[in-house]
Each structure stands twice: as C-alpha cells, then as structure tokens.
C-alpha cells in the first residue's frame, strides 16, 4: 500500500451547501428511576454534503450513543434526526423502513474492521451493493473498481483474515462507500493502526466527502490527524460543543 | 451471492463432518425401516412362493411358521376329497441349527411333495432341482454352502445339487429344501442309542400284551421307526396346502373344510395377516419406536449444530443487519444451510446405506415409500432445527458489532 493509492481527492472544499445530516437536541435516557443515566442530551449539529466531521470526547461522553442514533441503530429518546433533508427519526419513532434507509444512505465504518469473515475482500465490498438490489455481476465490477483505488485492487480475492489491519480498514471504507451513501460514519476507525495508516485512513474520509459529497462524522481520539476535519466537535456527559471550525461553522 | 455457500465454504472441513454425522444417523433410522421391511418380506415371502390357497394346520393353531403345527398325513386324501379342490399336498417345515465345518449352521428345512414337487418353482442360480427323492438338498446361498458340497443331517449325508437367491424363511434364516420324507428323517432324527432303547422298550411291552401274544407277527413292526408306525407315530405333517380348481368357491371350501373338528384353515392372505400381526408386529412397534427416537435425536443434534453455526457467524449476521441486509436474507441462509446439511445427509444415508446393508446378516428392505417417508421427515426436522438459529439471528440487534 502507498499514500498515493489512497487518495480520491478533487476537490478541497465540500461540493454542496446543502446538509447532509442534521440532528435536533437528541436525548438518550438509559433505565429509569434510580437507575437512569442520561447518555446524550440536547445533542444537535449539523454536516453539510461533503463535510468531513470530527468528534472527540472521553470515553463515557456519549460520543458512540450520538453516532448509533444517526445511524439508525439505537434510536434517542426524544429529539429528531434528519438525513439528505428527510425526517428520519423523530423521538424513538422511525419514519421510514431504518434497515433499507440504512442499506441505501448510511455508510459504516468502526475500529475493528468489522468485515465479514466468510467473503472475501471482494465479497464483503458486494454484498452491500448486492443487497441494494445491483446485479451480482455489476456489484463485482464495482467492487474491484472500489477496492483498486483504495489500493488494495491486489487482495481482491484475498480473505479477509489474510490482509493486514489497514488493507481490512480500507475494504471497510469501500463497502461503506458502496452504494454512494450521503452519511459516513466512522467510529474510531485508526485506533487499531499506526500513525501513518491511521492518517491515511483520515485522508480517504476526506477524499470521500470531498468526491462524493458525503457528509462524514468521525468519532476519535487520534489528535494527530485533526487537521484532516473540517469541524471539530467536542462531547462531554452527553452534550456536543464546537471545538474548531476550519472550513465553515456549525 | 449465496451466503449459506459462502460460510460453508469457509467452514468446509467442519460442515462435511457433520454432514457425514447427521448422515450416518439418518442411515440408521433408514436402516430401521429397512430392517421392518426385510422382517416383513422374509416373513411373507416363503407364503406367497409356495402358492398355495389354502393352509390347513392344527386345530386352533396359526400355522407353521407362527407355532408349532401337526396334521396327520391322512389329512392331504381328506382334502383332496373336498368338492372344488384341485390339488392337496404335505408341507412340512422346521429350523435345525447344527454345527458345519466347525460353525454353526442355522437353517430352516422345507419338505417337497415328492415326486409332484422337485423344486422347479424355487429361483435356482446354480444348479438344478431334486431328480431323486432322497439324499439332495437345495440350498440357499445365505446359507453359504457350495454345489457339490455334502452336508452330513442325522445318520445321513445330503449333497447340495441347487442354490438359490432370498430365500429364507420366516425367522430370517436361509432355506433348505429337501424331499418331504428326507425333510421328516431329519426332523425325526433319533440317536442310535435312544432307538435301540425305544425299541427294547416296546418289547418289552409287547411281551406283557394280549394282542401280541395273540399275533407274534406284530413284534416285527415293533422295529420299525416311530413314524412309521401310524398308530404309534405323532402326526408328522406340518400342514396341508390345498390349491383349488379355477372358478370354484375359495370361501365355500374354506368354510367346509374349518368346519372339520381337528383342524383350523386359513387363505394365504390370512397367513400372512397372522405373521404379520404375530411374529412382525412387536418388531414393528419397536423398530417404529427407535425410528421416533432417532429421527427426535437427528432433529436435536441437527438443531444444535445450526444452532452452532449461527452463534459462530453471529457477528456476521449482526453486521450484515448493520448495513442493511433484510431479514429475508439472513433467515434464507440459516435456512439454505439446514436444508443443505439434512440433504446432503440424506444423500449420505442413501449411499452408505445402499452399500452397507447388503452386508447385513438379515434382509434389510428400502423401499421407495418409506425413503420417500424419510425424505419429507429429513425436510421438516431441517426446517424446524433451524428455527433456534433462525430465533437467535433474529434476536440479534446490529449495535452488537460496535460492542464487540
């Protein structure tokens, strides 16, 4: 792999003033009575299409809650959630079907490559088209066509257990990007890389955003790759704070 | 893209594994009604060779093959005498086990009505039928004796002149067939010793007897063999078979002829209802029985290893719910996979059994109604086991990849 093959970029500003995620004071309660803690409260920000987001906060601040709850998996309490203009969660309840809205807009990205270990690196980046409803022979094509400018065109047919931590990370990336999703979110996604992989990994978030016209949130602790982020957000005990702005304001 | 297939082909090693397992089970209980089947033929089969319409056996008695029968022989002249009947012959029938070439030979002994029956009828594969009535003997291949071979019965020898193929009696054992009276001599068979004794003994008797004072000639007949003396001797016929005339009334004769006091008649088809419900049936029950418990115990450890192979790939399902796959798809996989794995053992089951079960000591039948049978049951405990990993992969919610 060399810093060169990872970059998709084209642009360096965002290619649209029109958001792409927008969150609106999200709470999320756990329990009740005594046993009630308030994981995130009053969370609301935005992300315009090809904006490229960090988030950072100490371990317990809620920063994971916040992304799950865009990501349609762990729904808020109360609050509203807006995705490419569209209502998609408004308190706890779904306005749309989450797992195709997911399926067809939302691209996911964790620490762990969270492949699946029975594709191979091909497979685990089609089988996301395939499940979009792109023909089997169309998602393939794609897929190689993704995974070659990530770099790793050279372990297509590889399993996945065969590639090293930053070649799983960016078969990761591709399938996230499969479908040409307008959210991606990443949830510390360089914390099991160096610091040269983990910076290119950053990069190819923001390459993406830029390509793509993505809106990116990217939950970290690597303080060494902030200057990849357009906005910085800081969470503590649920509640989200501007931290630096480069390109535009939240 | 076909993620049942995909997961096996990562899993290869393991899944054939437990295909060959499930397979060997399922060739078990295939193997069980192979086995009630083979019971059931060996048992019906010799009934409907013979061919007779009519068995005519001991008063109250279910005849030779359930109980022990006796007819006189005075029976076949009484028979035949009965309007309609075309034909009446002795049968007899019994299982000796004796030792051959330091093993033991278990064999159940048919009589033919020489000289109206040589054999013709049997399904020789080597050989030929009797062409005298002493001293030849066709045998069964099961029982494994060769053409040529001489098998000492009794004070006298029998030379194997025929082979045939299947046929065995009802208890299992390969046949014998030999004339009516050979078949009696070996049945009858008496020790030297317990003759010369029975013989003195009568003697004596005799001695202390009006009527052989009266008539010293009768002595001489007191030498004779014991089943040749018919007011001595025990009825040595194990039945009488009766075939009647074309057209004529089957039932009518039947009831003239159970109307006789010292004798029970049935058809053929009730023969075989008497073996069937007697001698077949508690097999039946209890191979019925470990039929039930194995296909129970194949649908448990089907369960369990979908179940398994669910929990293994659990992970996997969690992230393919995460990004957006329906549950029609993770379901379809759980479900490809357990219909995979019970067809593939089905598949096992058919061609091990039809290998292994030729080399079984008894019959063991697969017929295509009970395979069939199988098949649907394979189907529905495939289905039914992958509904624990079916609940499991629906249970899991997609947050749990971030946990991990």
Partial sequence: ?250 | MNLAFKDIRKNLGRFVITTIGIGMLLMIVMGMAGIYRGLLEDATFLINKIGADLWIVQQDTRGPFAELSRVPTSLVYRAQTVPGVESAREFVFHTIQREHRGALLRMSILGLSWPEDKGDWLPLIAGRPLRQNHFEMIADKSLGLELGETLPLGKDEYTIVGITSGMVGTGGDGMAFTTLLDSQAIQFDSPSEAIRLERAARDNRGQGSAVFLQQPQLTEQLALPASQLPAIAKPSLSAVLVTIKPGADLEGIEALIGSWQDVSVYTTAGQEDLLVQGIVDKARKQLFMFRVLLTLIAAIIMALIIYTLTLDKIYAIALLKLIGAPNRVILGMILQQALLLGGLGYAVAYTAGTQLFPKFPRRVVLTNEDLIQLAIIVFVISILSSLMGIWKALKVEPNEVLMS
Avoid: C
């Avoid at chain 1, 609106?24 to 329990?31: M, S």
């Avoid at chain 1, 497979?123 to 993704?146: P, W, Y």
């Fill in chain 1, 1 to 250: 792999m060399n810093n060169t093959s990872a970059k998709l970029i084209v642009n360096d500003e965002p290619t649209s003033s029109e958001l792409a995620i927008e969150t609106r004071e999200l709470r999320k309660v756990y329990g009740e009575g005594n046993t009630e803690v308030i994981a995130m409260q009053d969370a609301s920000l935005s992300v315009q299409q090809g904006e490229v987001v960090a988030l950072l906060g100490p371990s317990g601040s809620g920063k994971s809650t916040f992304l799950t709850a865009i990501g349609l998996i762990n729904p808020p309490t109360s609050g509203q959630i807006w995705i490419g203009g569209k209502l998609v969660m408004d308190g706890p309840e779904a306005q749309t079907d989450v797992r195709a809205f997911r399926r067809k807009h939302i691209g996911f990205v964790f620490q762990k490559s969270n492949l699946i270990d029975f594709l191979n690196a091909r497979e685990n980046v089609q089988i996301a088209m395939e499940l979009n409803g792109l023909s089997h022979r169309a998602a393939g094509k794609r897929a190689e066509e993704l995974l070659e400018s990530l770099g790793v065109g050279d372990r297509a047919n590889h399993e996945v257990s065969m590639l090293s931590g930053g070649q799983q990370q960016r078969v990761a990336v591709a399938r996230a990007l499969a479908n040409h999703p307008s959210v991606l979110l990443a949830d510390e996604p360089t914390a099991a890389l160096d610091s040269f992989r983990g910076r290119q990994v950053m990069e190819l978030f923001r390459d993406v955003a830029r390509q793509h016209g993505a809106g990116v949130i990217v939950v970290t602790h690597d303080h060494r790759t902030l200057d990849v982020f357009d906005t910085i957000y800081e969470m503590e005990d649920g509640i989200i704070r501007v931290s630096k702005s480069v390109h535009r304001s939240s």
